[in-house]
T-cell receptor, first 115, second 113 residues
């Protein structure tokens, strides 16, 4: 089974609108971390935000927030007030205690912001 | 100060050649990784390594081998390059603990002709 599933290969959003990128995960480990990365067309991988499995509140970093729904095993990324520079690939990832230092990445979602 | 650096940034070579990609991190992290990203942007873990353990993705051909001279470096050696090896290779590092993120290098675009 896939550890991380991103079901949206491509998404479009109007500039200044909010957008939600979906991510579901699969684990039986009670201790895990969830991460989002951005990869613009220039190619570098940029860490955006993380959420720990025991965190009670959703993580936020500027315009990024992580909508963590533990019972549903989802960790959606919400980008508010989209900007043209948000156009990029976005990857969801998970790290579990039981599998040591391994990270599991989803297949990514390509976001295009329309002016 | 670059946290995770890779050299070279671009590598163009002929089929059958042997090549290496170097990676260095100055973050004091205890684990380093190599990933392959194909043309569809899929990120595939190839290796993870700390000073105690090398974990190899079983699907990685044995033509690929990581070499770690010290904790701050994890180089990737590729023997007998094939056309299918063309991809972007990322080095990354992290500290232990499930809440610590990975830091990625800028990537090396390998083209095999």
């Amino acid at each position: 089974a896939q550890k991380i599933t991103q079901t949206q290969p491509g998404m479009f959003v109007q500039e200044k609108e909010a957008v939600t990128l979906d991510c579901t995960y699969d684990t039986s480990d009670p201790s895990y971390g969830l991460f989002w990365y951005k990869q613009p067309s220039s190619g570098e991988m940029i860490f955006l935000i993380y959420q720990g499995s025991y965190d009670q509140q959703n993580a936020t970093e500027g315009r990024y927030s992580l909508n963590f729904q533990k019972a549903r095993k989802s960790a959606n990324l919400v980008i508010s007030a989209s900007q043209l520079g948000d156009s990029a690939m976005y990857f969801c990832a998970m790290r579990e205690v039981n599998t040591g230092n391994q990270f599991y990445f989803g297949t990514g979602t390509s976001l295009t912001v329309i002016p | 100060d670059t946290a995770v650096s890779q050299t070279p940034k671009y590598l163009v070579t002929q089929m059958g050649n042997d090549k290496s990609i170097k990676c260095e991190q100055n973050l004091g992290h205890d684990t380093m990784y190599w990933y392959k990203q194909d043309s569809k942007k899929f990120l595939k873990i190839m290796f993870s390594y700390n000073n105690k353990e090398l974990i190899i993705n079983e699907t990685v051909p044995n033509r690929f081998s990581p070499k770690s001279p010290d904790k701050a470096h994890l180089n990737l050696h590729i023997n007998s390059l094939e056309l299918g090896d063309s991809a972007v290779y990322f080095c990354a590092s992290s500290q232990g603990g499930y809440l610590n993120e990975q830091f990625f290098g800028p990537g090396t675009r390998l083209t095999v002709l």
